[in-house]
Nanobody, 125 residues
């Protein structure tokens, strides 16, 4: 079992920045694909970014490309999402997800086995 705990969310003005963290416990995530998803009120959960176990491959939703950066520190068992130039439409609950042992990038929520509880990000205009 892998437990994931997100942190770093909060209220920020448009144009501001936040860095989300996802701390894993229970197992090392060094061989896990890690992803970030988000869900706004009344909307489906959507893919934001993902990073392979090695960190050599990343993928981003078009809506965040160039503004968000996913990274990982396997020694700390932690994944990060650096968000800059935030927009009100980025407001959502952000979730960290993990799936074991793939060399591919998954962009669909059902493809991930483990999930955190989420952290709220609110961007005011």
């Amino acid at each position: 079992q892998v437990q994931l705990v997100e942190s770093g969310g909060g209220l920020v003005q448009a144009g501001g920045s936040l860095r989300l963290s996802c701390a894993a416990s229970g197992r090392t995530i060094s061989n896990y694909l890690m992803g970030w998803f988000r869900q706004a009120p009344g909307k489906e959960r959507e893919f934001v970014a993902a990073i392979t176990w090695s960190g050599k491959m990343t993928s981003y939703a078009d809506s965040v490309k160039g503004r968000f950066t996913i990274s990982r520190d396997n020694a700390k068992n932690t994944v990060y999402l650096q968000m800059i130039s935030l927009k009100p439409e980025d407001t959502a609950v952000y979730y960290c997800a993990a799936d074991l042992g793939t060399y591919s990038i998954f962009r669909m929520a059902y493809q991930y086995e483990y999930w955190g509880q989420g952290t709220q990000v609110t961007v005011s205009s």
